[in-house]
């Protein structure tokens, strides 16, 4: 499972620093966080049916669908002013 010597690598990973109580919180954390995994990999889904959303009526997916977007001239009209079919815009960098 999770010994200190785990939980001090990854601090080390991370670059962390730990004090030996944090160590201790951390070990003991983890250590429960990989047992409830272990939990759950024991219950049997075999038949249970792959699913993206708990609730079947929720799908936020919709049909792509091909409608006209709006012309460049109508965009273009928006801006305060273009130059070559483009927004022109004051340079930032450089003079």
Not at 13 to 28: G, P
Request: proline share 6%; with cysteine; aromatic share 6%.
């Amino acid at each position: 499972m999770i010994d200190k010597e785990k939980v001090l690598y990854v601090a080390k990973l991370a670059r962390l620093k730990l004090s030996d109580h944090e160590v201790e919180n951390f070990t003991a954390q983890l250590g429960s966080i990989v047992r409830y995994i272990d939990q759950l990999d024991q219950i049997d889904t075999s038949q249970i049916e792959p699913t993206c959303f708990v609730e079947p009526t929720h799908d936020p997916l919709r049909d792509d669908v091909e409608i006209p977007s709006l012309s460049n001239e109508s965009v273009l009209a928006n801006g305060p002013k273009v130059k070559k079919g483009h927004f022109a815009i004051p340079k930032v960098i450089g003079g």
